[in-house]
């Protein structure tokens, strides 16, 4: 009897191969062939389950945001976070910063498809590029519900505050790419600007 071909899992299988890719040699640099030989498959594969390489490119940052998600919660959860405002929002942030290997993969690949898609036209307008968005929605709720525990400092705009959170942790997790600052620096930074929006949490 003829084996079952998970198709999502070979899907899966060749986005992977596409990230461990871009992680080493850049996004710029994968193209299907290169996407082809790091997951062991012949082109033609990689080309039955994405047409094109916008495709894969934005299956790979779906996947990321994914496991993103997942890394999120999980560091809630272990840290008792859950349910805390001012917990759920150090545990989003701190994740920007790359502290292993899957969260410098994050960075890094998501930093670079930001840029392409500002000159190409088959990346830029994707769906993906709405998490940015999403996530600053996110940030603003769970400071809204901050404010009104009165856990946060007086006078402070969630939607305002959420834009210039999500602007620290990118350029601090940039920093720590280029090797500006280390990983445990950035996270002090970011301790510290949570300190001055929550005070008295500590």
């Given at each position: 009897?003829?084996?079952?071909?998970?198709?999502e899992e070979r899907r899966a299988?060749?986005?992977?191969?596409?990230?461990?890719?871009?992680?080493?040699?850049?996004?710029?640099?994968v193209t299907m062939?290169s996407?082809?030989?790091?997951?062991?498959?012949?082109?033609?594969?990689?080309q039955y389950?994405?047409?094109t390489?916008?495709?894969?490119l934005?299956?790979?940052?779906t996947?990321?945001?994914?496991?993103?998600g997942e890394r999120?919660q999980?560091r809630a959860?272990e840290?008792?976070?859950?349910?805390?405002?001012r917990?759920?929002?150090e545990?989003v942030?701190?994740?920007?910063?790359?502290?292993?290997?899957?969260?410098?993969?994050?960075?890094?690949?998501?930093?670079?498809?930001?840029?392409?898609?500002?000159?190409?036209?088959?990346?830029?307008?994707?769906?993906?590029l709405a998490?940015?968005?999403?996530?600053e929605?996110f940030?603003?709720?769970?400071l809204?519900?901050?404010?009104?525990?009165?856990?946060?400092?007086?006078g402070?705009?969630?939607r305002?505050?959420?834009?210039?959170l999500?602007?620290?942790?990118?350029?601090?997790?940039?920093s720590?790419l280029?090797?500006?600052?280390?990983a445990?620096?950035?996270?002090?930074?970011?301790?510290?600007?949570?300190g001055r929006?929550?005070?008295?949490?500590?």
């Amino acid at each position: 009897m003829p084996k079952l071909v998970d198709h999502e899992e070979r899907r899966a299988h060749i986005v992977d191969a596409l990230l461990r890719s871009a992680a080493s040699s850049g996004l710029h640099a994968v193209t299907m062939r290169s996407v082809a030989v790091e997951a062991g498959v012949s082109v033609r594969l990689v080309q039955y389950y994405f047409d094109t390489k916008e495709q894969l490119l934005l299956a790979a940052m779906t996947r990321l945001a994914t496991r993103m998600g997942e890394r999120v919660q999980r560091r809630a959860r272990e840290s008792g976070a859950a349910g805390d405002p001012r917990g759920i929002i150090e545990a989003v942030l701190l994740e920007a910063v790359p502290t292993d290997e899957e969260s410098r993969a994050f960075h890094l690949v998501y930093t670079e498809y930001a840029v392409l898609s500002v000159t190409d036209p088959g990346l830029g307008g994707q769906p993906f590029l709405a998490a940015p968005n999403e996530m600053e929605a996110f940030l603003a709720a769970q400071l809204t519900a901050a404010r009104q525990a009165g856990d946060t400092a007086p006078g402070l705009d969630p939607r305002q505050e959420a834009v210039v959170l999500l602007a620290v942790s990118a350029g601090l997790g940039l920093s720590v790419l280029l090797k500006q600052r280390t990983a445990a620096e950035a996270t002090a930074v970011l301790h510290y600007h949570l300190g001055r929006i929550f005070p008295g949490r500590g």
